[in-house]
């Protein structure tokens, strides 16, 4: 029956995917629809989480690279990217993400996460989005909005930093009044109680990464 045939294929997966999270997985075979649906649902976050962990960690290992030497090649990214089965959008993706093993590594840390977060709107963003050359300037001023304000004194160099990613994402020149409103973006104060909730966040996920062995 095509729902055993389901069931079994999902608690192969299942498997697979407690190997990368680090926890047991559960043998038994689905018996209902129900339990099926319930079962995939949560494979499927856990996957989202898995891959948008991994994400995460190859942009931060690309910013934070010299220049032409980043462990992660370009193909590994588009891969896990919300464009990655729409050849022009994907193509978008991989201009960023080349653009940015070009560039030299990012000491400031603040600069750092603040182009981490411009590149991760790009690799996260729907495919309509990225070839949207308007929608994907909106996506990433918005993430960098979220992101706490940088010191003063590096602040410009975050927003050339992102007026790059935005004309690497668009291959159009970045204009006045974008530069304004990526410089209004970057020294947007976060709110300070969205901070906290970071914070802890940050340290809770770091206990269940070590739990999981991370």
């Given at each position: 029956m095509?729902?055993?045939?389901l ?25 209902s ?15 989202e ?9 190859q ?11 980043a ?19 994907a ?12 560039t030299v ?15 991760a709107?790009v ?22 909005t ?8 590096v ?12 004309a690497?994402?668009?291959?159009e ?12 973006s ?6 300070p ?6 914070a802890?966040?940050?340290a ?5 990464d070590?739990?999981l062995?991370?």
């Open positions: 095509r729902l055993e045939d069931a079994v294929r999902l608690v192969a997966v299942e498997a697979k995917v407690a190997t990368l999270a680090g926890y047991g997985a559960n043998p038994e075979i689905a018996t629809l129900e339990e099926l649906n319930a079962r995939l649902g949560l494979l499927e976050c856990t996957v989480i898995l891959v948008a962990n991994k994400t995460q960690e942009i931060q290992a690309i910013v934070a690279a010299p220049a032409d030497s462990p992660v090649a370009v193909e590994e990214v588009v891969a896990l990217s919300a464009s990655a089965d729409v050849p022009a959008a193509d978008i993706v991989a201009n960023v993400v080349t653009a940015q093993i070009e590594a990012i000491e400031n840390q603040e600069v750092a996460a603040i182009v981490a977060a411009a590149v709107a690799v996260a963003a729907d495919p309509e989005v990225v070839t949207d050359p308007v929608a994907i300037t909106a996506a990433i001023t918005e993430a960098i979220e992101m706490p304000a940088p010191a003063t004194e602040a410009a160099e975050a927003g050339a930093a992102v007026a790059e990613i935005i690497a994402a668009t291959g020149v970045v204009a006045p009044e974008v530069h304004a409103e990526i410089a209004a970057v020294a947007a104060q976060a709110d109680a969205l901070d906290d909730i970071e802890r966040l940050i809770v996920e770091a206990k269940a070590s739990l062995g991370k």
